[in-house]
């Protein structure tokens, strides 16, 4: 199937491009940023050889849907989606840190619990949590915006502003921020039968100076959800909890090996093993959103996205 997992476009007014983990950011004139969302998958800070059917356009319409749905609470970058895999906004300056939420003891955190650690990111954690159990309020643990081929690595609040990563008063938005969108992402979650477990949002500054959310927000490439029925049932009985996020990739990797570290190859992606992801991907979609996901023609991505681009900043 065709996938999109690099691209060369040149824009009018193009200045410079960017390439993430996922996303390619196209600065057009240092006004604008015409963000694309590959069908890269990346894990363990590592991108894949392949591309996943759809992820990208998937990616994108959940983070412009809750873009557009806390824009009451927070202001963010977005100006408009010309195209399924594509976001326009405001060109800005990111803030070096990743805000990192986390309701619940999973993932990374559950692992760093269960190896013996009872602080995260200058945060205390409680004695007696299991994997998977609520925290008595939520957490926030950022980590450093790493370069590509860079592990995040944690870091506590004390030590952002004691080496003035962000300042003080600018740390102090982006934390009311952090809270305001997690609790937004929580309600939104419930009513769809989900438990939002854990998150992470960026920030940046326009040219005005005006603090905003950018890249991405509530998707499974950057949050963790629980199917909220059963969920307290499985806890009591110790078992695994039946999750909508890119864990499953997680998982599957370490079943074969992988988890990013020196020396480890890579397992191969079969095109069976692509399919499903795909499928699953489409599955977080239709959960997250409430609504039946629509696939975009594939035939021809790359030109597809050139042209609505291109009329979109001809505009």
């Known amino acids: 199937m065709n996938t999109i997992t690099k691209t060369q476009f040149s824009f009018p007014n193009q200045k410079s491009v960017y390439r993430g983990k996922v996303r390619e950011v196209y600065n057009i004139n240092d006004e604008l940023l015409v963000m694309i969302a590959t069908d ?4 363990f800070d590592v991108v894949m050889p392949k591309g996943i059917p759809y992820k990208g356009q998937i990616l994108n319409q959940i983070a412009t849907r809750f873009m557009q749905l806390t824009e009451d609470i927070v202001p963010n970058w977005l100006i408009a989606t010309p195209d399924p895999n594509v976001a326009v906004g405001h060109l800005c300056e990111p803030f070096k840190v990743e805000m990192v939420i986390r309701g619940y003891l999973s993932g990374h955190a559950a692992r760093e ?20 159990d609520k925290f008595p309020e939520p957490i926030i643990t950022p980590t450093t915006k790493a370069d590509l081929g860079v592990h995040d690595e944690d870091i506590s609040k004390e030590a952002i502003l004691a080496n003035e990563i962000v ?13 305001a969108l997690f609790q937004r992402g929580t309600e939104i979650a419930a009513s769809r ?39 307290q049932e499985r806890q009591d009985k110790g078992e695994s909890q039946k999750q909508l996020s890119k864990e499953f990739v997680r998982q599957w990797l370490i079943t074969n090996g992988f988890q990013g570290k ?3 190859q ?5 095109d069976g093993y692509i399919e499903t992801v795909s499928e699953r991907y489409i599955e977080l979609y239709e959960n997250i959103l409430g609504e039946q996901f629509i696939k975009a023609d594939i035939s021809d991505i790359d030109n597809r996205i050139e042209q609505n681009v291109l009329a979109f900043l001809n505009k």
Not at 113 to 132: D, S
Not at 195 to 220: A, N, S
Not at 266 to 270: A, D, H, K, R, Y
């Open 40 to 43: 890269r998958l990346s894990a």
């Open 113 to 132: 619990y269960n190896a013996g650690k009872r602080i995260l990111c200058g945060v205390t954690l409680p004695e007696g949590l299991k994997e998977n």
């Open 167 to 179: 300042s003080a008063a600018d740390y102090e938005v982006l934390e009311k921020y952090t809270r």
């Open 193 to 231: 039968g989900l438990i939002l477990v854990d998150t992470k949002y960026e920030f940046g500054k326009t040219k005005e100076g005006k603090i905003v959310l950018i890249d991405e927000i509530h998707t499974p490439d950057s949050s963790r959800y629980f199917y909220a029925e059963g969920y």
């Open 262 to 264: 020196e020396g480890q």
């Open 266 to 270: 890579i397992p191969e992606l079969t």
